[in-house]
C-alpha cells in the first residue's frame, strides 16, 4: 500500500500534522476542522477529553497528507467521519480496526471513501451496508435576502439554554420525520448542558423572536475554521412554521458571517426537499454529497 495511516490521540497534533490539508479546502473539510479546533481548544482549557477519541492523517508515499478523519462522535455507535482520501487508504482503514478489535457498525462522511471503508467493515465482519441519511454539503454564493418576516434576529444568552436544549434536542427527530424517517432514527446527541453553555457564549447561537419579542426559531453556527463557519441547526418549532422566520434567520446570519470575512456552509438532507428549496433560494449551492452508512447484520 502506498498510503500510510497515522493515528493522532492529541487534537492539536493532528492540526499541526493536516491543518495545511484542512485549510486548502476548508468547506470540503468543514466537519473534521470545526470539530479539532473546539476539542484543541477545550483540551488548552483543561478539560478532558475522551481516551478513546482519535484522529487520522493519511499520507501518500512521498509523506503528502492525502486524507484526514475522526472517531469523537459522543452518540452510539460512535460513527466514524472520514474526508476523501485513496481508496486503498479507505479499505486499510477498516482493516485496521478489525485487526486491533475497535467495533465500527456506522461510517460517516465523504463519498466514495465513507462507501469503501463501510463496504470492508461489512465484508471483514459480515453483514450489509445501509444508507441512514444522505447529505449534501451546500456553500453560500450570493446572498438573496428572502421576502422579510416580522420579528428580527436576537443572540441567545445564557438564560437561554434550557429552550436551546429543548430545541437541539426536538431538532433531529422532527428532522427525520420530515425526511420520512421514523422519529429518532438518526444517532445523534445534544451537546451537554456546558458545551451548549460555552456555545451560547460564543455568540453563535441565535433566535428569530416574533413582533412581541418571543423566540419562534433557532438558528446556530460553528465557529469559523480556516475562514470557513458551518451553519446548523436551523429549527423552528412545528406550531411556528410556514410563516419566513428560518428562511429570514439564517440569511440575517450568513450575512453577520460574511460580515465577519468569513465563508458560509451547511448541510442538508437530501430526503428534505423543503429545506433544500430553502437554501437554494438563499443562494446556497451543492459542494459535495455525503452519507451516514450503518453495516446491519
Given amino acids: 500500500m502506498t498510503a500510510t495511516l497515522h493515528f493522532h490521540a492529541d487534537p492539536g497534533e493532528f ?3 493536516a491543518g495545511n490539508h484542512l485549510a486548502a479546502d476548508p468547506v470540503l473539510n468543514t466537519v ?3 470539530v479539532a479546533h473546539r476539542m484543541a481548544a477545550r483540551r488548552a482549557d483543561g478539560i478532558a477529553l475522551p481516551e478513546d477519541d482519535w484522529w487520522l492523517v493519511v499520507r501518500d508515499a512521498s509523506g503528502a497528507v492525502v486524507g484526514a478523519g475522526m472517531r469523537t462522535a459522543p452518540f452510539p455507535p460512535r460513527p466514524p467521519f472520514l474526508l476523501p482520501m485513496p481508496a ?6 477498516a482493516r485496521t480496526w478489525h485487526e486491533r478489535g475497535e467495533k465500527v457498525s456506522a461510517v460517516n462522511g465523504a463519498l466514495p471513501a465513507a462507501r469503501d471503508c463501510a ?6 465482519g459480515g453483514g450489509r451496508v445501509e444508507v441512514a441519511q444522505h447529505t449534501r454539503l451546500h456553500e453560500l454564493d450570493t446572498l438573496v435576502p428572502p421576502t422579510p418576516a416580522p420579528g428580527a434576529l436576537a443572540v441567545a444568552g445564557a438564560d437561554d439554554v434550557d429552550l436551546v436544549t429543548a430545541w437541539f434536542d426536538a431538532f433531529m427527530a422532527d428532522a427525520d420525520e420530515q425526511a420520512g424517517r421514523p422519529r429518532g432514527a438518526s444517532a445523534h446527541a445534544t451537546p451537554e448542558r456546558g458545551e451548549l453553555l ?3 457564549r460564543s455568540g453563535r447561537i441565535c433566535f428569530w423572536t416574533d413582533g412581541a419579542g418571543r423566540p419562534v426559531h433557532l438558528t446556530a453556527a460553528n465557529a469559523p475554521a480556516f475562514g470557513v463557519a458551518r451553519v ?7 406550531e411556528h412554521r410556514g410563516r419566513g422566520w428560518a428562511g429570514n434567520a439564517v440569511a440575517e446570519v450568513s450575512r453577520r458571517l460574511r460580515a465577519e470575512g468569513v465563508r458560509v456552509c451547511l448541510f442538508t438532507d437530501q430526503a428534505n426537499p423543503a429545506s433544500n428549496r430553502l437554501y437554494a433560494r438563499l443562494g446556497f449551492r451543492p459542494v459535495v454529497d455525503m452519507a451516514n452508512l450503518v453495516v446491519v447484520p
Avoid at 463496504?119 to 471483514?124: H, I, K, Q, S, T
Wanted: charged residues 20%.
Fill in 15 to 17: 492540526l499541526d500534522a
Fill in 32 to 34: 473534521v476542522a470545526s
Fill in 88 to 93: 486503498e487508504a479507505a479499505v486499510a482503514l
Fill in 119 to 124: 463496504a470492508e467493515v461489512a465484508r471483514l
Fill in 198 to 200: 460555552r456555545w451560547i
Fill in 232 to 238: 446548523g441547526p436551523v429549527y423552528t418549532p412545528p
